[in-house]
């Protein structure tokens, strides 16, 4: 009985640690809450990859419009700034036990205010993985929750949608175990020079259920980790 008892405590201490864990991309480049980042209404994740709300977030977590289309330059650095919930501080972006890469995509659309980001057109532009001893989240963590990343200067002007995103893997041995956390950001990319024409998958369909990168045993000891998706696009 003494055995049991200490089994269901240590389920719940797991349970409290991931309802806890959850975690928003929810301003850029330093912005307010929710200037140009459509932002939801909870912090959890989506489990399922074939879903629409792989792309920018909601089913579960209703995420809020907004009007705001943030200029950026071309070759210049963009900050993704993550925390736990809408009104955390830089000292609580995640649990530190949800390891997991780092990434962020675009996708060239008409309009960034409108468009849902489902289909074609995504190119990942950054990937922070795993170095064999560190993962991106404890990165970001360590950044007190920023996200740096470069807006590629080859790719056409106009508008996109930036799509930051976070894999939590520590429940990702089993099937649809794998967390991800996305938002959308709807930025307008200056100064491009439309030298080139990225390579782009479709979302929902960049990703599989059984992925390397997304079925995987966190725990297992493993000094390699391939991240689902394409390559990241460079000029």
């Known amino acids: 009985m003494k055995f049991s008892t200490s089994l269901v405590v240590v389920a719940a201490v797991a349970v ?7 975690t928003i991309f929810l301003s850029l480049n330093g912005g307010a809450v929710g200037d140009g980042v ?8 989506i489990q399922e990859v074939t879903s629409n709300d792989i792309v920018c977030n909601g089913g579960p977590n209703p995420t809020t419009a907004t009007s705001k289309v943030v200029t950026v330059a071309a070759g210049s650095k963009a900050t993704l700034t993550w925390r736990h919930t809408l009104t955390s501080g830089s000292n609580d972006v995640i649990d ?3 390891k997991g890469p780092v990434m962020a995509y675009l996708k060239k659309v008409s309009n960034a205010a409108t468009d849902s980001g489902v289909g074609a057109g995504w190119f990942k532009i ?4 795993f170095d064999g001893t560190k993962w991106g989240v404890d990165r970001l963590i360590a950044a007190g929750g920023v ?3 470069t807006i590629p200067q080859c790719i056409a002007p106009g508008q996109y949608l930036l799509r930051g995103e976070l894999i939590a893997l520590h429940g ?7 967390q991800f956390y996305m938002e959308c950001a ?3 990319i200056t100064g491009g020079s439309a030298s080139k024409t990225p390579a782009s998958v479709s979302l929902p369909g960049a990703y599989s259920a059984n992925d390397p990168g997304i079925l995987f045993n966190l725990y297992s000891g493993a000094k390699t980790y391939t991240a689902p998706g394409p390559a990241v696009f460079k000029c």
């Open 96 to 98: 530190p036990s949800h």
């Open 38 to 45: 459509r932002v939801p209404s909870y912090d959890g994740p």
């Open 126 to 129: 950054a990937e922070d993985g």
């Open 16 to 22: 409290s640690s991931t309802a806890s864990a959850h």
């Open 186 to 188: 709807q930025i307008n």
């Open 172 to 178: 990702a041995s089993s099937a649809k175990g794998a």
């Open 147 to 149: 996200q740096s990343i």
